[in-house]
């Protein structure tokens, strides 16, 4: 079965640099979630899209914006990084009837900053 | 806001025991409560779930938990320990009533198994 794709897996940056990050739900899921897990931590709920809108925001930093997209994959923009956004970034996607769906995660990308 | 605590940052078991990992919840509503696993360098993996209905709950790899509402607990248990069953485990909890879907989850148990 089609799983969550993420692209890059793995992210070098320099501190103050822009990274982008990408999501391809599971077919036909359009609703999509951004975590991010520091090291050593539990996933921390970022944002999150539903037909293309926003639909929940969370802990996520002013120089993060996201967006879903027409066919609905999604991308994280990162700007002026830093040290400690150095993570794990996940994304989920759910279904149309996500009132009862689950959360399926992709791999996720690793960025590290220096 | 829902959250949920872990009892025990690491637990240690031996092959053929039985797992046992403690997850408490405190929501305003009935929650919606998953276990995921993570092994080392790789995403997240759905064990199972509880939504409504029957409250004792199978998923996969011969994992099961019981969401006790009186205890406000979700503890996921296996009968026998295998050593592939090695990888952090994590509660999370989803309010989806109010369709605030998001998860969240605890702080992790780490599961080691000793041959």
């Known amino acids: 079965a089609a799983g969550v794709i993420q692209s890059p897996r793995h992210l070098i940056k320099e501190k103050r640099e822009t990274a982008t990050l990408k999501c391809y739900p599971i077919?036909?899921?359009?609703?999509v979630y951004w975590y991010q897990q520091g090291p050593g931590q539990d996933p921390q709920f970022l944002i999150s899209?539903?037909?293309?809108?926003?639909?929940d925001k969370g802990s996520i930093p002013d120089r993060f914006s996201a967006q879903q997209f027409s066919d609905y994959h999604s991308e994280l923009n990162m700007s002026s990084l830093e040290l400690g956004d150095s993570a794990l970034y996940f994304c989920?996607?759910?279904?149309?009837?996500?009132?009862?769906?689950?959360?399926?995660f992709g791999p996720g990308t690793r960025l590290t900053v220096l | 806001a829902q959250s949920v605590t872990q009892l025990g940052s690491h637990v240690s078991v031996s092959e053929g025991a039985l797992v046992l990992l403690r997850c408490n919840y405190s929501?305003?509503?009935?929650?919606?409560l998953f276990w995921y696993v993570q092994y080392p360098n790789q995403g997240l993996q759905l064990l199972l779930k509880?939504?409504?209905?029957?409250?004792l709950v199978k998923g996969i790899n011969g994992f099961e938990a019981e969401f006790k509402k009186s205890e406000t607990s979700f503890h996921l248990t296996k009968p026998s320990a295998h050593m592939s069953d090695a990888a952090e485990y994590f509660c999370?909890?989803?309010?989806?009533?109010?369709?605030?879907?998001?998860?969240?989850f605890g702080t992790g148990t780490r599961l080691t198994i000793i041959p």
């Open positions: 899209f539903y037909e293309k809108m926003q639909s």
């Open positions: 509880y939504t409504t209905g029957a409250t």
């Open positions: 929501s305003s509503v009935p929650p919606y």
């Open positions: 989920a996607s759910a279904g149309t009837l996500s009132f009862t769906d689950t959360q399926y």
């Open positions: 077919p036909r899921h359009d609703t």
């Open positions: 999370a909890v989803s309010d989806l009533q109010f369709g605030n879907e998001k998860l969240t």
